[in-house]
T-cell receptor
Framework: RKEVEQDPGPFNVPEGATVAFNCTYS??????FFWYRQDCRKEPKLLMS???SGNEDGRFTAQLNRASQYISLLIRDSKLSDSATYLC?????????FGTGTQLKVEL | EAQVTQNPRYLITVTGKKLTVTCSQN?????MSWYRQDPGLGLRQIYY???????DKGDVPEGYKVSRKEKRNFPLILESPSPNQTSLYFC??????????????FGPGTRLLVL
């Protein structure tokens, strides 16, 4: 079993839709959780950190469920510019382990 | 501007010809890492460094070397590149341990093709 698993997609959604991604992790000792956005083989850029209490940044909401060992990302009112690959990362200390990413395509 | 830089950005080489990819960060970060990204396999950590002269293997270290002689620089060395090292490479840095310090900031990537 992979340490971090994501549905690769692609998720094709119309503009304005709400879309949710999940990411499961196997290491119960993981302490840090992140969502990164990656555009077309460019560098991953931090979208948001994920805390136990959940956090929200505009149209984006991230949640952590430690009991079930998954993190989620919710995108509301999706825009064309949200089209990208979304990577989740978990870890602690010196190491982050990433999932393979979920591809999102937002269409007119 | 706070950033991680890598050079070269693109490189085509032949099997067995030693190469070095440089990485530098200007954020005074303690932690630095190298990753490779391959289709279907995601980002995999090659090596990491927690401080000057402190390095350790990640998940896929075979065929690679690193050094950390200065805090800001973390070069990746391929002593004898092989075609299976054709990949997209990212350098990353983070402040250090601790929940709010572990965010990794990535360089722009180096596309390597080994013929």
């Amino acid at each position: 079993r992979k340490e971090v698993e994501q549905d690769p997609g692609p998720f094709n959604v119309p503009e304005g839709a709400t879309v949710a991604f999940n990411c499961t992790y196997s290491n119960s000792a993981s302490q840090s959780f992140f969502w990164y956005r990656q555009d077309c083989r460019k560098e991953p850029k931090l979208l948001m950190s994920v805390y136990s209490s959940g956090n929200e940044d505009g149209r984006f909401t991230a949640q952590l469920n430690r009991a079930s060992q998954y993190i989620s990302l919710l995108i509301r009112d999706s825009k064309l510019s949200d089209s990208a690959t979304y990577l989740c990362g978990t870890g602690g200390g010196n190491k982050l382990t990433f999932g393979t990413g979920t591809q999102l395509k937002v269409e007119l | 501007e706070a950033q991680v830089t890598q050079n070269p950005r693109y490189l085509i080489t032949v099997t067995g010809k030693k190469l070095t990819v440089t990485c530098s960060q200007n954020m005074n970060h303690e932690y630095m890492s190298w990753y490779r990204q391959d289709p279907g396999l995601g980002l995999r950590q090659i090596y990491y460094s927690m401080n000057v002269e402190v390095t350790d293997k990640g998940d896929v270290p075979e065929g690679y070397k690193v050094s950390r002689k200065e805090k800001r620089n973390f070069p990746l060395i391929l002593e004898s590149p092989s075609p299976n090292q054709t990949s997209l490479y990212f350098c990353a840095s983070s402040l250090g341990p601790g929940r709010d310090q572990e965010t990794q900031y990535f360089g722009p990537g180096t596309r390597l093709l080994v013929l």
